[in-house]
């Protein structure tokens, strides 16, 4: 039996409006209880976020609750169904190792899911064992945490517990439940769930919901319109997404449609990871052997996937199914336009430049081919270009200097000082990232039982846009020999 516990003065405020859906969309049920749950790292400034106490959740109850032992009081777990394509093929998913605790109610009003994930089996489960292990839960909370000071949206982590069972996977691991925090975990693959599995009433209602709590301003269009709406703006907002992503070199590493929120916040962080040297064609994960998701092509299945999202709506699109496809086609087609829109803007400022101007796509083109054709590393290029750093060889080229010299020219342009064009490039082009060499030393240590190597960088990462002279060590390359660099899925 799980105990319930009353638990006002731990801050949860939950409500629990995903359950509301008709029940094909989920299935209620409790974590699987662990034998001894240990806390081993908590988020204290999003607790302080949340509202929630962050002394009481640090104690024994803390790693109780985070573990899935103690349901909270309010809380009504559940493991969301969904389904998505897998590397181009289709599938019926759903959470097979998280719990959905329930939707917290911030101080401030606003929403957040509470979802355990390694919290045992599912009716999704699909033969998994239900479980996480503690490297990639740590990895997790690594990597969204930095994305976060990175200011990409992204899902958080709150909290790791270690379950003190073992886990089975290549080798005996330790157990781990991560604690994470979403706007919600709508996917795409959600709706394709719905399209597939659902009747279109269900479909409908799955569709109000999500434009109730993610777009509420759409809820005063007319009932033609609304869902186009809908669509428009998630394709608006991938297209914003990806671009971010790429402007600071992440690499996903696993967009298949149900690794894409409805949202717009980035989410599961299996195989991605950072680029360092600057090649498109980069690819981390060891089982995307074809490099469908490699660092260039994330644009190109972005808009594949919001092609499946576009397919899912057509039902609620019109009642003729041609015009349907027509308006979903139209709508598709926009993307290619609205990412490279974003992609320019948001280059333009990693270049410092304030407004528009024809040559400016040239320009960015330019400085990307040298640092292919260099080797040169993403971000301290434009780390050295924000701070006047001589970091990458490439600076001694002539074919450099020639771009450097129109850079100049470009930015004499314009009115603006060059404070001001240094501090619109130090506020887009970070210091520090997380490093591949780094995350993986600090997982190294922690899962030996030491987690200073992981707050240090933790705390490093948190302020990735500020130029602190002791963080340089953060900035480097690892040696050659520890590449390449492979991660790794579903771990
Ligand atoms: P992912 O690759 O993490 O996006 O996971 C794909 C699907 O596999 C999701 O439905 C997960 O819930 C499920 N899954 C991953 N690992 C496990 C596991 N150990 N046990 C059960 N289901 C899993
Ligand atoms: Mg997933």
Not at 116 to 134: E, I, N, Q, W
Not at 382 to 399: C, I, P
Request: aromatic share 10%; with cysteine; net charge negative.
């Amino acid at each position: 039996m799980i105990k319930k516990q009353l638990v006002v003065e731990q801050g949860w405020n939950f409500d629990n409006s995903y359950a509301k859906l008709p029940n094909t969309f989920y299935t209620s049920l409790n974590p699987t209880q662990v034998a001894s749950p240990k806390l081993v790292i908590f988020n204290d400034a999003l607790a302080a976020e949340l509202g929630l106490n962050q002394q009481e959740l640090e104690g024994k109850v803390g790693a109780e609750i985070f573990a899935g032992n103690i349901i909270p009081e309010g809380a009504a777990p559940l493991a969301q169904a969904y389904a998505g394509h897998q590397f181009g093929h289709f599938t019926r998913l759903g959470d097979g190792r998280a719990h959905l605790l329930g939707e917290h109610i911030s101080p401030s009003g606003k929403r957040y899911d509470i979802q355990l994930k390694g919290s045992g089996r599912t009716p999704y489960s699909r033969g998994g064992d239900g479980r996480a292990v503690l490297g990639p839960m740590l990895r997790e909370y690594i990597i969204s945490e930095a994305m976060h000071a990175l200011g990409i949206p992204t899902t958080r982590s709150l909290a790791v517990v270690t379950t003190g069972e073992e886990v089975i996977r290549e080798t005996i691991l330790p157990g781990a439940v991560l604690t994470r925090v979403a706007a919600s975990h709508i996917r795409v693959g959600t709706f394709q769930y719905a399209a597939a599995w659902c009747s279109e009433d269900e479909l409908r209602k799955l569709a109000d919901y999500t434009i109730q709590r993610h777009y509420p301003e759409l809820e005063g269009e007319s009932e033609s319109n609304r869902y186009r709406r809908l669509l428009q703006t998630v394709i608006q907002r991938q297209a914003e997404l990806i671009a971010k992503w790429m402007q600071i070199g992440f690499i996903h590493g696993v967009m298949n449609t149900d690794n894409m929120t409805i949202s717009g916040e980035t989410i599961d962080y299996g195989p991605c990871a950072f680029m360092d040297i600057y090649d498109p064609a980069t690819v981390f994960s060891s089982i995307d052997r074809d490099g469908r998701y490699a660092y260039g092509n994330q644009p190109y299945i972005g808009g594949w996937n919001l092609a499946r999202f576009a397919e899912t709506l057509l039902p609620l699109l019109h009642a003729d199914e041609n015009k349907a496809v027509e308006i979903a086609q139209d709508e598709i087609s926009k993307f290619n336009e609205l990412f490279s829109q974003n992609w320019t803007k948001g280059m333009r400022a990693k270049l410092g430049l304030y407004r528009e101007e024809t040559g400016d796509e040239a320009l960015i083109e330019g400085i990307l081919s040298l640092m292919k054709k260099h080797r040169a590393d993403f971000t301290n290029t434009f780390r050295s270009l924000t701070y006047n750093l001589q970091s990458e060889a490439m600076f001694g080229s002539s074919d450099f200097g020639k771009w450097h010299e129109q850079w100049q020219t470009r930015l004499e342009k314009q009115q603006e000082s060059k404070q001001d064009v240094q501090r619109l490039m130090r506020s887009v082009n970070p210091v520090v990232i997380p490093r591949n060499h780094r995350v993986e030393e600090a997982l190294e240590a922690a899962t030996n039982g030491d987690y200073n190597v992981m707050m240090k960088l933790l705390n490093v990462l948190t302020r990735p846009y500020e130029y602190i002279a002791n963080h340089d060590e953060y900035c480097q390359l690892p040696a050659p020999s520890a590449r390449p660099y492979q991660t790794f899925c579903g771990t």
